[in-house]
Structures are given as C-alpha cells and as structure tokens.
C-alpha cells in the first residue's frame, strides 16, 4: 500500500512541477468514431442522436440491441462483464476456469469488459480451454515487470505524462491478441455473439463503448490493442493513449462496469425467448475494512482515490442491476471474498497475490452458487429506493 501512495504522491509532485516543461498544446478532435457509442448508444460527439450502429436495431419499436440479438439468435442471452481490477484480473480468470470445470458455463452472447475485465474480455468470449489456457498465463505467470517500466527522474522533469511507461503491456497484448484472434472474434460475431469494452474519453469526458467485433470483422488489429491497451491505462500511472485525435485513459475512470443494451429512446419491449442472464464478476471488493488514515499527503492521496474508484464501483453495480431488470434478464453477481489477501495496490502485479486472487476464483465458482442476485448498498441511497429497485 505504501509503495501505491508513493507512487500516487509522485504523480500529484509531477502535477505542481508541470510549469518546467512545456508539452505540446493540442486540438480538441471532432473525428466521429467508427466503432464506438456512448454507453446509451447514442454518438459520442451528437449525444442526441443514435448512432448509426444501432440504425438496424432501431427499425422496430421498443427494441435495443438485446432485443435484436435475441431476434437474431433465437434464445434469451447468457451476458458477461468483467470489470476493473488490475492485477485482481486474476480472480475473474480463475473464476471462469473453475466454472468451466464444474460445468455449466454457457457460451456467452455478450461479453463487455473494462480495463482489467478489457484484458480478460476476449478469450473470456471466445471460450475455449485453450483460451482459458491464456487466461491462467495471463494472470499467474507475470510479474510488474511484464506490464510497466519505471520512468526516468529526467523523463519525469521533462514533461512526461505518466509516472511509467506501458511498452511491456502493449508487448503482452500484442502476444495474445492476434490477427487469428480477430479471425475468431469475428466469426463469433457472424454467430451473432458480440464483444465489447469501456474506455474513457478524458477530451470529453465521456464513457466511450467500443464493438470489438465490428473491428475484428475490419481486421483492424492495432485499433483493437489500442483500444485495450487504453480501457487498461489507470490515469497518472500509465500515459493515455490517443486514438483517432482523441485521448482515452482507464474505463473504470469513469464506469467500472459495462452493461450493453440500454441504447435506444423507449422502455425495452419484453424479452422474446423469456428471461436471460447478466453474470458480472467483479474483480475486487466493493469496499474495504475501515482503517484510520495518516495525515501525510501521499496517504491521503493514495486513498482518496481509493474512496473514488470504490465509488465508481458501487454505482457500477447499482446501474448495471437497473439495466439487468429493465431488460428482464436475471442479474447474477461475484466478488473477491474479504478472506482473500489480495493486498491493497491493484498494480503491485504481485505473483503471491494475483495467484490468491486466482484460486479463490476458481474455488468460489464450484461452489452449488457463488451467485448474489441484489447489488450491495453502502448507504449511498435509502434502503427503501433500492428495495422498490429489487421488488417486481
């Protein structure tokens, strides 16, 4: 934990020594993104309009993207999203594992990830135990070193815009994201299974929902390590990554969780094939034990930040209940248990604890059922609003 609010620390140093050096100015981007909608999909620069990729689904009343997916397939849909987490990447990995060899794990329809949940997003859809294969190396054969470099003090003083450098993330991803990866997003999508992942957009500070497929069937493969590596980019930590003219950080930034299907301008229409399900597995806990603070800048930092991102979760999971319900689908939910050390610095990329958190998930997922199917509350709203939200 230390060794996060130093780092922390460092980056607010860096923030007060920016008037010595002098980055390039830049221009705000007015280039419309080919593959990527507000989280209501509507476009990203025109809020008030939908976007063009939701110009088939749109043609019936009432219906969204989930509705025509179900038109399109013939079943109720089997949903996964995985979020944020960093090294905590590691409980989802071992969760779908461990689900896998108890059996009973579908072939899932929609997966949506976000900065860790973004890594895990792709094999998580493609589903076989080869990739699940990947996913274990993935999240227990790797060190911080197979992930960031440290900046140098001159780098640092010279107008840099993150404390470490993300060529070993970019290297990973490049080896297990490749053009026979797309091939296969690809031909899932033509089995109208769909991938997606959140980034945030810092120009605009908006929530910006890439269709990984759509950029699979265009064979784009550096547009879609781009826009993982970006969804994975913790702000201040890891520099931004500019797509398009456009700069993105983490996703979890501003949303942890994504949860297609909400676009549209009506209430959904009913499900078509009954109810379906949304599986969220969230890659931490939603709140830590209380723990008196030191009064020292870095602490306070460190931790604030801490307080935020556990907010951003929280309210995840209360949205992503809302969106379960509106579209009629069950809402089914995992976290870390508070037994788990995972320690307290999501980066640390600590093999000890990347494999606690790896274990716990594959022994929690052969549990009869590891699901909770309410979202917490943490007195953030009154229990009587969230008990109206669960009631039918």
Request: a positive charge.
């Amino acid at each position: 934990m230390r060794h996060k609010k130093l780092v922390i620390f460092q980056g607010l140093l860096l923030l007060l020594l920016g008037a010595c050096a002098s980055p390039s100015e830049r221009t705000l981007s007015l280039n419309a993104p080919s593959y990527a909608v507000l989280p209501n999909g509507s476009q990203p620069l025109d809020p008030k309009q939908l976007s063009p990729m939701f110009a088939a689904v749109a043609a019936i009343p009432g219906d969204n993207l989930i509705r025509y997916l179900e038109r399109k397939s013939g079943h109720a849909l089997n949903m996964l999203s995985l979020s944020g987490g960093g090294q905590n990447g590691a409980f989802g990995a071992g969760f779908l594992i461990g689900w896998r060899e108890k059996g009973g794990r579908p072939a899932f329809d929609v997966v949506g990830g976000v900065s860790t949940g973004a890594l895990l997003a792709t094999h998580a859809l493609l589903g076989t135990p080869a990739d699940d294969a990947k996913l274990e190396e993935m999240y227990t054969q790797i060190t911080k070193h197979n992930i960031y470099n440290d900046k140098s003090i001159f780098n640092l003083l010279s107008g840099a815009d993150s404390l470490r450098d993300t060529a070993p993330l970019r290297a990973l991803i490049a080896k297990y994201v490749t053009a026979e990866t797309l091939r296969r997003v690809a031909s899932a999508y033509d089995d109208n299974r769909l991938l997606v992942v959140g980034t945030t957009n810092i120009d605009y500070g908006q929530t910006w929902v890439w269709n990984m497929s759509l950029i699979a069937k265009a064979a784009d493969l550096e547009l879609y390590r781009k826009v993982l590596l970006a969804s994975a980019s913790f702000p201040i930590i890891f520099p931004p990554v500019e797509i398009e003219g456009h700069l993105f950080v983490d996703g979890a930034a501003r949303s942890n969780v994504v949860v297609p299907g909400m676009g549209g301008t009506q209430k959904p229409n009913p499900p078509l094939f009954g109810p379906g399900n949304l599986y969220l597995i969230d890659n931490g806990r939603v709140t830590q034990p209380p723990e008196a603070l030191r009064r020292a800048l870095g602490d306070v930092a460190a931790t604030t930040i801490g307080v935020m991102m556990e907010q951003s979760m929280q309210t995840a999971l209360i949205r992503s209940y809302f969106g379960a319900k509106a579209l009629g689908y069950a809402y089914k939910m995992v976290g870390i248990p508070d037994e788990v050390n995972i320690g307290k610095d999501v980066l640390a990329f600590d093999p000890i604890q990347m494999r606690a958190a790896f274990d716990a998930g594959r022994a929690l997922a052969k549990q009869p059922d590891p699901w909770t199917r309410t979202p917490p509350n943490s007195g953030d709203i009154p229990a009587w609003a969230l008990k109206s939200l669960i009631t039918p």
